[in-house]
Structures are given as C-alpha cells and as structure tokens.
C-alpha cells in the first residue's frame, strides 16, 4: 500500500496550503503492476439483488392494456390525493407557508429531528395509559423509514419477523433486503379480518425477532376491537415478543368503530408504534413520519433507543420545514377536517359494498377504517380465469378498471379496492366490475342458490 506523509513547516498546528509537503514511498499501483483487479467486475450488492416489492413484481408483468373505448379508472393506488377530491386543510397549507417564509428551517435538522418537534409529537399522543417523552420519539421520513429503522434495529440477517397476510408488501421488501425471514400469519375474513391467533402463535420460534401489527389495515381496512388486540398483547407476552405496531391509519376509523392504540393496553410487551402525517392529514409527499417508543416495562433498556438513534444518522432525517410547520398542523387543523375526511371515506365504502355485494361471484368484506376494501372472487364460478391476477388484468384490459390482485398481499383470488376516489367514479367503476362479472360468471355445479340470486 502507498503511504503518505504530511509535512509542515513551523510551529502551527494547522498547516497553511504552501506548507504541505505530500511524498509517495513504495511502488505506485498506476505503473499496472500492482495486485488490483485485471478486468471490471461491478455487481449489486446481497442487499440490492435480495430487494424484492411483490407489488412491482406482479403489476409490471401484467399486461396492463385498457379498453381504448373506456376512460380508464385507477381503483389501485393508496395515495387519497391523486384525484384532487380530498384537499388537506387551508391550516395545514397555512402552517407550511409559515415554516418557509420563517427563513427558520433551510438548514439541517438532528438526524431524530428537532427536539421542539418530537415534544409536539409527544405531547400530542401522550396518555395516562401510554406516556410519551420527547425522548421517546425518532422522527423519519415517512411511516415507511420508521419501519424500516423498527425492523433493522430489531432483527438479525436469519432471524424471523411475523407478517399478516394478506399484509402490506412492503414488509417483505424490507425483511428481505435485510436477509431476515418472514413468516405469513393469516387473518380471517370471515371474522372481519382477525387474526387466527392459534396459527399466529405456531409460528413462534426461538429465532423471532418481532411480531408485526397493522391497524387499522392496508389492504383491508379492518379495525381490531380491544379485545382483540388485548389477545395479540397475551401471545406476545407469552413468548416474549416485542411488537412493530405499524399504526399508520391512526384514528382514520369510520363512525360506528373505535381505534384503540395498542400501547395504551400493554405494560409488558415493548412496543415501537409507528405514524406519521401521510393519511390522516392527507399529504403522504411531505414525508414525515414517527416511531414512538413505549416501553413502560423496560425492557428496550437503553440499547434499542441508542440503536434507533445510530441507524437515524444514516441519513440526515426528515424535512425541516415540516417539522417547522408540525405545531400547527397538529393543534391548528380543524376537527370538521378528520370528520369530513372519513365521512367522505365511509360514504364510499358503504357505496362500493353494496354494489359489489350485489353481484354474483364476489364477497366484499366491509371495511371498518383506513381507505380499502378487499373482494373475494369466488374463481370456481369465473373458470376461464386462472386466478385473481388474470382476473384483474381482464377487468382492465375489457372495462378499464385496475384494482391491484390479492396476490400483491400474499392473499389469492381477491382484489382491493381504494375508496379514496370520487362518488361518480366509483359508481362508475362499480356498474363496469358488474358488466365484467355478468359476462364471465358460469354458475358452478353445487351452487345453484347463488345462481338463482
């Protein structure tokens, strides 16, 4: 190897430009006779080749061509401002105005964000049950760099996470990246989406690293009643399992429903629950997202706070001028706003139910939160389909409807829908999902009830 060696000349400590001395010593590798490599060999690293997004994978390799004579409507994307129908408050607005025109927040920001931004974070879902410091909170860009910051933090390359299934795919893209392997627990839609806690606890083992928790859920906007989650907590507890609690639909429940957070029920089991602004104020581009650790038992100790912290400084955090505005988007944002917004989402799933329970050959499973609806084909009654992803690219190519295949969940033979979309676009979706339905549903032998519908 070459070695350097700096020279100074005088006293001072800090050598001036003309004072520096660089001599070489040893053979220079730029003669060609050094040991480097004869020839190029660039290849991705185990963690790009491992990244995998189920979602990707399988829409790009559809054969996504719409009906030319049809307007196409996208009933498959989870962002609630594509078609500019659900505005985000003029406070909100107002708030990042405010923060930019300040000149206070062009700089950088602690890599865990700003210490007056993690107080409002933590003062605003701080409760007797479940306490929050700002010590206790790590700001990220977006809920989905909190979960990944939860995941790596939490496992090892060969250790196991728990995932539901059907499940939001990012979990596997990350899990797999990192060489950690997942394990699929099922919910039940019979039970509005439940989870079979007997098979989840089957899948325990020594090497589980955590149990991850979506609620309310993407894709299938169920929302798990306190009881319910009380039963999670006792698995979790049992077999000494920490949970991610991937909580970004927060408070995004229709009327007749509540969102408990889990923290607020558990003293045992450490929890890393992770939000952000995305949803609910309805502006997933501005990036910033949180993890809140609750860990009334100790048992994170110091070790998983510190690790959060050094896996934050890998990047230099979120937007400072978010953070700048977070006061006022949290205190300053109308209730008429949340209410108006799921108002306008519970109107549509009601909607979009009803119409596609009406037709013969699908189960819709009524959601009770977030922005979807799951639908279960009944594929012995559609033969000439192989599958929930041949159905869906039908549905597209001859109504130009796209809806993303259960199977981008680890879930087969249903379809999710998003409700975000305006009322006569979703009435029109629905009329042309009942055309498609109508033309390839054969009555299958045995089921002659539900023919006579």
């Given at each position: 190897?070459?070695?350097?060696?700096?020279?100074t000349n005088g006293n001072s400590s800090l050598p001036s430009v003309l004072d520096v001395h660089v001599s070489l010593s040893g053979k220079s590798s730029m003669s060609?006779?050094?040991?480097?490599?004869?020839?190029?060999?660039?290849?991705p690293s185990d963690m790009a080749r491992n990244t995998f997004n189920p979602i990707r994978a399988i829409v790009d390799s559809m054969k996504l061509k719409p009906n030319p004579d049809k307007t196409m409507i996208t009933l498959s994307i989870g962002d609630p401002t594509v078609f500019g129908n659900l505005p985000t408050d003029p406070e909100i607005i107002?708030?990042?105005k405010d923060a930019l025109d300040s000149g206070k927040y062009n700089g950088y920001a602690p890599s865990t964000g700003f210490l007056s931004s993690r107080e409002q974070i933590a003062s605003y879902y701080s409760c007797p049950e479940a306490p929050l410091e700002a010590k206790d909170v790590i700001l990220t860009s977006g809920c989905s760099q909190a979960i990944e910051l939860c995941l790596s933090v939490l496992a090892n390359p060969g250790q196991n996470i728990?995932?539901?299934?059907?499940g939001f795919s990012l979990y596997r893209t990350l899990a797999e990246s990192f060489g950690i392997e997942i394990k699929l627990y099922n919910l039940l839609p019979e039970k509005s989406w439940e989870i079979d806690l007997k098979q989840l606890e089957s899948l325990i083992d020594e090497k589980t690293a955590c149990l991850i928790i979506n609620n309310p859920s993407n894709p299938c906007g169920s929302v798990f009643n306190k009881s319910h989650l009380q039963k999670i907590l006792a698995v979790a507890a049992r077999h000494y399992v920490p949970i991610l609690a991937d909580e970004i639909y927060r408070d995004m429940v229709f009327s007749d429903s509540k969102f408990v957070p889990l923290a607020t029920l558990s003293s045992n089991v450490p929890i890393l629950s992770c939000g952000g602004l995305a949803k609910r104020w309805l502006v997933p581009g501005w990036r910033l997202g949180w993890i809140l650790i609750h860990d009334q038992g100790d048992i994170f100790g110091n070790e998983i706070r510190d690790g959060l912290v050094k896996l934050s400084q890998r990047i230099l955090g979120p937007c400072t001028v978010v953070q700048g505005a977070l006061k006022s988007i949290l205190y300053r944002t109308p209730q008429e706003f949340y209410q108006n917004t799921m108002s306008f989402l519970k109107s549509s799933a009601d909607l979009c139910y009803g119409a596609l329970a009406a037709i013969p050959g699908l189960r819709p499973v009524r959601p009770s939160g977030a922005m979807y609806l799951m639908v279960g084909i009944e594929m012995e009654n559609f033969p000439e389909f192989e599958n929930d992803v041949e159905f869906t690219e039908r549905l597209i190519a001859e109504q130009s409807v796209q809806c993303l295949p259960g199977t981008c969940f680890e879930y087969r033979n249903f379809f999710r829908v998003v409700i975000t979309v305006p009322e006569v676009m979703m009435l029109e979706a629905c009329s042309r999902i009942q055309e498609f339905c109508e033309q390839h549903y054969h009555c299958a032998e045995g089921s002659q009830e539900e023919c006579d519908k």
């Open positions: 190897m070459d070695s350097y060696v700096i020279q060609g006779k050094g040991k480097g490599r004869k020839r190029w060999s660039v290849k107002q708030a990042m728990l995932v539901p299934r059907p």
